[in-house]
């Protein structure tokens, strides 16, 4: 089928790049919040990321222009309802996004694919709470969406052929390069990547090195783009807690535990850059820091 009309669920960080990224390629985007404002709050964060790629020449004037007007923010799940495709990136949480599943599948129309943004949870088990578990999979997009190539494709046990084959070739038509996955734990990049985080935590935790002395090391010994713990700040510490829950209890293997002091980091509310706090303290100039 031809797809023509996205809808996003979730107006988060991955959530406003999917709907970005849909929008310069040409897709009309409902972007959904159940929170209007963090709706229109992410719009304007759309804004300036093609702002920024417009300064660095990626993009024109035009191509920006139109692509905003592509954007419709909404609170409405009846409006997601009309689009080819839905994509959800709401938080990484197995119960709230099958509650999403639940109250959006009856606004569907019959044709409607859905997929999910999950980066560690069952594609057959989020499709097995929906009414097209054949028209169901995984769509796993790289942090930040609009820089990143890789998309993740997950099958489920039930996902039919020309599903795959549809949302494929609608991963290209947006510029990235999908890979296919199986529907294990994690899938392929965060089932590598973060147990090395995970183990970065526990380096720190144990007192092999601070957090300055880890992320230089994975830097220049590396040759990593940036430490493992200043990424899982990028990530968000809860969602790295989540992600390793996953892979404990998914496949059962003591290497998998997360670390005790990730745990703390997340009770204690410090989940990295969106929340200015995490292994660094953003709130000054310059990170520092917080072990």
């Known amino acids: ?39 229109q709050a992410a719009l304007e964060v759309i804004q300036k990321n093609m702002a920024r790629q417009l300064g660095r020449g990626l993009i024109t004037e035009a191509d920006r222009d139109v692509a905003l007007k592509r954007i419709m923010v909404t609170d409405s799940m009846e409006q997601v309802g009309v689009a080819d495709l839905v994509i959800e990136a709401a938080a990484e949480n197995e119960t709230v996004k099958k509650q999403i599943f639940t109250a959006l599948c009856p606004k569907l129309k019959d044709s409607t694919l859905v997929a999910s943004n999950t980066s560690s949870i069952s594609i057959t088990r989020l499709a097995a709470i929906t009414d097209r578990p054949e028209r169901f999979m995984g769509m796993h997009f790289m942090n930040p969406v609009p820089v ?61 090195g601070s957090v300055e002395a880890i992320d230089t090391a994975m830097r220049l010994g590396a040759n990593h783009p940036m430490g493992p713990l200043q990424l899982a700040d990028f990530i968000g510490l809860d969602t790295c807690l989540a992600i390793m829950q996953v892979l404990h209890e998914g496949l059962a293997d003591s290497k998998y535990r997360p670390c ?18 995490g292994f660094y303290d ?8 917080t072990r």
């Open 148 to 208: 990143m190539k890789l998309v993740e494709l997950i099958r489920g046990i039930a996902t039919d052929e020309s599903t795959y084959q549809t949302i494929r070739d609608f991963a290209l038509s947006i510029g990235k390069t999908p890979t296919m996955a199986e529907d294990f734990p994690a899938f392929i990049v965060n089932r590598i990547l973060l147990p090395m985080i995970n183990e970065a935590v526990y380096t720190l935790y144990e007192g092999v």
């Open 260 to 277: 005790p002091l990730l745990v703390k980091y997340v009770e204690a509310g410090w989940l990295g850059r969106k929340t200015n706090r």
């Open 282 to 289: 953003y709130r000054g100039e310059t990170p520092v820091p």
């Open 1 to 39: 089928m031809a797809l023509k009309t996205i809808g996003v669920i979730g107006a988060g960080q991955m959530g406003n790049g999917i709907a970005h990224v849909c929008a310069l390629s040409g897709y009309d985007v409902f972007m959904m919040d159940i929170n209007l404002e963090r709706a």
